[in-house]
């Protein structure tokens, strides 16, 4: 047997393991141990012969973690999808749809479309993903700081834009600030009416605003008849009711967010009002508004 044979094992060991490794980086997988026995005389290293320092499992662990975050970012393991082909349609189909929807009627709402930011948070951390495993590349130390800077850096930017939509002023409109101005303009003996009726929940959330009011278009409550905001008469009974009123509260939603008014009910109410009424007080807050109506001489 020639006398180099122990260092030809040695190195033919060598390159079978950085050859499984590098396997395993780019399948994404684990590279197998080599379970190392311990150098016996025969195989001790011989002077003359180089030694190469040999990485610790630690070490070679971490590399192989990160390898395979890279991997799973860039594409899946057979049979799987990819990050983005779940992420992506998640995120964009949603938010396509429902505004092609919304060109022919307006449908759209944020909160309908909410779950669709999971595709969004599947691409950001696949994207991270292969952002550590480049780092760590060339700059491991610095690869493990990487996803902590990134996530104080994300919280930092949202934090005032999550504040200031739990704040008031966020809110497109404000049922407790109407009912305060419904509070200061009304005197006894007042009528009331919604435009449309689903604004009758400003009552619903403040009623002793509205406990000396009348209610003239309704016929049964939301708690009488089981709905948000109750049962109205027909557009005739409201008519000649309106007629038998001097003084009448009107709240509807404020002229920037109101829709064209719409519903046999909603034309009687204010048909009566501007052919038999004149406003002499308007209050609008926050998307919400409150015009006072006195019946002409």
Known sequence: MSTHAPE????????????????????????????????????AVRPG??????????????????????????????????????GLPLLAVPHIGLIGLSLFRPLYLDRYVLFGLLGLAL??????????????????????????????????????QLQAKRSPAS???????????????????????FIPAARRDTALVSPDAFADLRD??????????GTLKGLETGPGRIRADLLTQRRILLVTDAHEVARPVSGARDEAKMSVLRTFFTAVADRQVLGRRVTVYERRP
């Open 216 to 225: 003239v278009a309704l016929a049964e409550s939301p708690a009488a008849s």
């Open 171 to 193: 809110r497109i409109d404000d049922v407790l600030a109407v009912a305060a101005d419904v509070r200061r303009l009304k005197k006894p003996g007042d009528a009331v009416l």
């Open 8 to 43: 030809a094992n040695f190195l033919a060991g060598q390159c079978c393991s950085s050859l499984a490794r590098m396997v395993a980086e780019r399948l994404g997988g684990f590279a197998p141990r080599v379970r190392r026995r311990a150098p016996t005389a025969a195989r």
């Open 49 to 86: 012969v180089l030694s190469h320092p040999q990485p610790s499992v630690e070490r070679r662990s971490r590399h192989e973690v990160e390898a395979a975050i890279g991997a799973v970012a860039d594409r899946p393991r057979s049979g799987r999808l990819s990050v983005a082909a779940v």
């Open 123 to 160: 691409l950001i951390g696949a994207a991270l993903g292969a952002a550590v495993a480049s780092v760590a590349k060339r700059f491991q130390r610095m690869s493990s700081w990487l996803l902590p800077v990134a996530v104080v850096a994300a919280v930092s930017a949202l934090l005032p």
